[in-house]
């Protein structure tokens, strides 16, 4: 009986002690799609908000405390995306790194307001994200109306007097970008010749690539996810079409050329000039080939948003989420993707997206405006 | 012209895959008075079947693609059965003579541990697989330029099907098994009292369904070449839906049904527009069911007094 008693004693002074360590961390979450269609970008996410923290941690942390990384799953659903930030909210976590697909990020956005939560997105890009006057809110990556033009001009410059269509999926990312493409190459004088919404989700196309091969497309622009715009793509193949395929920032992932095999071949997309290649990145692209891993797509970006938060806790001596937002508008810092500054909206002064295609061996690479 | 039968080969196609899963869910219905919800996942299990068989094979450097697809055929239709038979003696079996809802709640559930089961044993990730049957034919060019085209792979669903079909009319019309699976759906008291085996007749049921919901998922996996943890969910309402437009627990009216909404999908993206593709397929269904309740096939329940 005294054996226990001092055993529970033990037990019971290690768990206080070990509290009491755990209460010498801060936690930060990183948020995205870790189950679902988009899983490929949630687990690129997670790669650089770990490789952050770990770094982070080995330079001493944030304001003499380690961090700890809280990981938590949207699975590109609003609905989940909501009770993930009441949810990071309640847990009393200061910065949230999410979410990815804008129709998450958005209604997100709102519960992190309310529960004091600062959230720096790598990868949404709709416009509306920012533009609500929302205090808490900042991306690391550019938005769809800049995006929509990079992409508008570059039609404009390389298909003229062909036939165009342009797609979207019905989602708040999908559509805003599709739009803004559309308003652009209206602008340019360049009518499309089928406007049409697909449903994400759908693994059939095949009705829908008859369509386009009546329709005689030569350029299909698709605002949406990188399943559906591989589908369609094969599907296209399958039938026949040679037609083009374009896209935007969320088929920057590697299991695009996988659906698709090498008919992957010529299709475009655009996206920010890979951070990959930035000199800024170089030691840290090593460390990330050592663990085996590509920083690929969104890695970097989230990296970069780990990063800026913690250079602005430490500037401004707190966690405390609305000074370390203000903090972040008023300086510019020096990340791994880059220096970034902000406006006060939270959107990057800086304007970058560049045309890239895949080639038939998996991989893809930037072109020039002029085309190649 | 030529568009028009482009577009029917897509729906014919889309049909097919429909259509089998849809016979699942028209036989357990006629022979317990249930809904499997748990079917879709079952198509869902299958085509991962599939997929692993052909990694396997391809990894023992089997590459004669008609042997490789016979094997993939009859291995995933063989552990998919399993599956089947497990599901029904786990969750169905033991509330058959429970409240009538019981089973339908069971299937609910069940279809959750299944696809969270497939989702923690293969990943949440989509699985994609370059195309094994490639190639296809020109049927007509016509003057427009618009070249008609069917993929080898759109055949090899197709005649699957037709032969698949024709197996199971005549096991239903011819054998042993087949009467008794019209005798439980009769009348399973009298069937039991006259010698027929009902608990095995039953499990057999399911057993086919799975086998054929196998097949849909291996030519699932063919045509499209993506498999995910999620697919069996809308794959299985909209073969519930074209179940209950044929006619639920009429086998021809499976498949009608079947056909019936992937040619209602394909023809309104074709002429109309691809956004609301599935609102008319479902609106067409409540029209239907308004003016023949029981289904395009279905018999109306006959109240024997």
């Known amino acids: 009986m005294k054996l226990l008693k001092l055993a529970g004693l033990a037990v019971g002074a290690s768990l206080a002690l070990s509290s009491a360590a755990f209460a010498e961390d801060i936690t930060i979450a990183v948020a995205g799609p870790m189950t679902g269609s988009e899983s490929p970008v949630g687990r690129q996410l997670r790669n650089g908000a770990e490789m952050a923290v770990a770094d982070i941690n080995a330079a001493g942390g944030v304001l003499g405390k380690k961090l700890a990384l809280d990981v938590e799953d949207d699975a ?52 509306t994200f920012t533009e609500r006057g929302l205090w808490n809110v900042a991306r690391v990556c550019g938005r769809d109306d800049q995006q929509g033009t990079v992409a508008g001009d570059y039609i404009a410059k390389n298909f003229k007097g062909k036939n165009i269509a342009i797609l979207n999926d019905k989602t708040t990312y999908g559509k805003g970008l599709a739009d803004e493409t559309k308003k652009a190459l209206n602008k340019a004088g360049i009518t499309e010749k089928l406007y049409e919404s697909y449903t994400k989700g759908d693994k059939d196309f095949n009705a829908l690539v008859s369509r386009l091969k009546a329709e005689n497309i030569d350029l299909v622009y698709v605002g949406g996810y990188y399943q ?37 071949a010529g299709t475009l997309f655009t996206f920010g000039p890979d951070p990959r290649k930035k000199p800024t990145a170089a030691a840290i692209v090593d460390k990330f080939k050592a663990k085996n891993i590509d920083p690929e797509g969104y890695t970097l970006y989230t990296y970069a948003a780990v990063q800026i938060w913690t250079q602005a806790a430490a500037k401004a001596g707190t966690t405390d989420p609305k000074k370390v937002m203000d903090t972040i508008k008023a300086g510019a ?37 002029k085309g190649s | 012209m030529d568009y ?49 068989s052909f990694l396997v094979l391809v990894s023992f450097g089997l590459t004669a693609v008609p042997v490789v697809l016979l094997i993939v055929l009859l291995v995933s239709m063989a552990i998919t059965a399993l599956y089947g038979w497990t599901v029904e003696r786990i969750a169905y079996r033991p509330l058959r003579h429970s409240f009538r809802l019981a089973p339908m709640l069971s299937a609910i559930g069940m279809s959750f541990v299944l696809s969270n089961f497939s989702q923690v044993a293969q990943g949440a990730r989509v699985k994609p697989v370059p195309p094994i049957i490639t190639g296809g034919y020109t049927l007509h060019q016509g003057s427009s330029g618009f070249v008609v085209q069917l993929s080898n792979v759109q055949i090899v669903v197709v005649l699957t099907t037709i032969v698949l079909l ?33 608990d095995r007749t039953i499990s057999m049921t399911f057993v086919i369904g799975a086998a054929l919901a196998a097949v849909a998922g291996m030519m699932y996996l063919l045509y499209y070449g993506l498999v995910d943890f999620f697919m069996g969910f809308v794959a299985g309402i909209k073969a519930f839906t074209a179940a209950v437009l044929g006619g639920i627990g009429s086998l021809p009216g499976a498949m009608l049904g079947g056909l019936a909404i992937g040619l209602i999908e394909t023809f309104w993206s074709a002429y109309f527009s691809v956004e609301y593709k599935d609102v008319a397929a479902f609106s067409i269904l409540i029209v239907v069911l308004i003016f023949m309740p029981t289904g395009l096939l279905g018999r109306p329940e006959v109240e024997k007094v």
């Open chain 1, 76 to 127: 590109c659903d609003p609905k989940q995306a909501r009770s993930v930030a009441e949810k990071i909210g309640g847990m009393g976590i200061p910065f949230v790194a999410g979410h990815y697909c804008s129709s998450s990020s958005i209604p997100a956005s709102e519960a992190y307001a309310e529960n004091n939560v600062l959230q720096i997105t790598p990868g949404s890009t709709n416009p």
């Open chain 2, 4 to 52: 028009f039968a482009q577009q029917l080969i897509n729906g014919l196609v889309l049909g097919s895959i429909y259509g089998l899963i849809a016979i699942g869910y028209t036989m357990v219905y006629g022979i317990v008075g249930m809904i499997n919800f748990a079917h879709g996942d079952i198509f869902m299990i299958g085509g991962f079947i599939a997929l692993i």
């Open chain 1, 228 to 264: 559906e715009a591989g589908l369609i793509l094969r599907q296209m193949r399958d039938q026949g079409l040679k037609t083009i395929l374009m896209g935007g920032d969320a088929m920057a992932v590697q299991e695009f050329a996988s659906i698709t095999g090498p008919a992957a």
């Open chain 1, 333 to 369: 810092w020096d990340t791994v993707i880059g220096k970034l500054e902000y406006d006060s909206k939270g959107d990057i002064k800086q304007l970058d997206f560049v045309v890239y295609k895949w080639d038939d061996k998996g991989g893809y690479a930037e072109v020039s405006q």
């Open chain 2, 166 to 198: 024709a197996i199971f009319t005549w096991l239903v019309a011819r054998t042993r098994l087949g009467r008794d699976m019209r005798a439980c759906e009769q009348d399973q008291t009298m069937a039991a009292l006259l010698g027929v085996d009902v």
